[in-house]
């Protein structure tokens, strides 16, 4: 009976020893957590008592602690993309109009002569028609980023689409004096997908091809079992390494001077609209041949 109140009095001790040491570590987890949320110190949590719960309270802590550095990263990234795209749309708008301001001043004059005048509002036309492209490709991809964008799947055949897509390009490739290699499969590749999303897609890639590319263009649909890729390759000399990455970006321009040609939105919104049909865009770039790829699920 003593044996039994001396092994409960150890026991107990024991435990009482294990309950202090297992608040003194709290009391430490706790003043690491101060310190780290105050910005006295970077370094994560860690446990010096072995103990299987405080442990995993600890890699819990951790991992909330790397998810809120991870958030707060994202939203600096986004601030700053925001800041330059308020000062990208800034100087978009404000060029084409400055312009259609300045040729109106030139109307008013009563020293200009029919041709002059004539001269003149064709520029004002063309600008306008540049302001509304810009605008209207601003309230596309507004609409498309939204979360209840619509999307209606169907079956599609993706040969023919693409087919009449490349034949719709036929004149503008002409233009530019480019003949592009084209393989397309001899069946016709199924798709589930938004055939209007898949069009404005392919039409947006085509028509950054032909605005940048010189020389060969390769132009290839390839089927595999899981998925189906739509292959692009062009020359991009002034592309850089560094600069791939950033084709998607909203306003990016691969001579970085502000297009009068288009807004620099087209791939943006072609990646957004490859994301919504959970597909992919990507960009490589091989010495200067760049290669776009879509990439859909079958």
């Known amino acids: 009976m003593f044996i039994l109140f001396i092994v409960a009095i150890v026991a107990a001790a024991l ?43 600890a890699s819990e802590i951790n991992r909330q602690s790397h998810l809120i550095v991870e958030a707060n990263a994202q939203r600096t990234q986004i601030e700053n993309e925001l800041r330059q795209a308020i000062a990208n749309i800034s100087h978009d708008i404000r060029t084409p109009l400055t312009s259609i301001f300045g040729y109106i001043q030139l109307l008013e004059a ?3 002569t029919p041709d002059e005048k004539l001269q003149y509002v064709t520029i004002v036309k063309n600008r306008t028609k540049r302001l509304q492209s ?33 034949f719709g390009f036929y004149d503008s490739f002409n233009e530019r004096e480019i003949t592009p290699e084209i393989r397309l499969p001899d069946e016709n590749v199924h798709l589930y997908a938004d ?72 791939l943006s919104i072609a990646k957004s609209l490859m994301n919504k049909m959970n597909g992919s865009l990507t960009a490589k770039l091989d010495g200067e041949k760049l290669t776009m790829t879509c990439n859909w699920k079958r």
């Open 134 to 166: 810009l605008l209207n490709d601003f309230f596309e991809l507004s609409v498309i980023e939204s979360l209840d964008y619509p999307l209606r799947p169907d079956k599609i055949e993706l040969t023919n689409l693409v087919s009449d897509i490349l």
């Open 195 to 266: 055939e209007s999303a898949i069009r404005r897609v392919v039409e947006n890639l085509l028509a950054n091809t032909i605005k940048h590319a010189a020389g060969h263009v390769q132009i290839w649909l390839e089927p595999k079992p899981e998925t189906v890729d739509l292959i692009i390759v062009n020359d991009a000399q002034k592309l850089v390494g560094s600069d791939v990455h950033l084709l998607f970006n909203r306003f990016y321009t691969a001579d970085r001077t502000r297009s009068s040609q288009g807004s620099g939105l087209g």
């Open 15 to 57: 435990l009482l020893f294990r309950l202090i040491l297992i608040r003194r570590e709290l009391g430490r987890i706790t003043k690491q957590l101060r310190c780290y949320n105050s910005g006295e110190t970077g370094k994560k949590i860690d446990v010096s008592l072995f103990d299987r719960r405080l442990e995993a309270l």
């Open 110 to 112: 009563e020293s200009i």
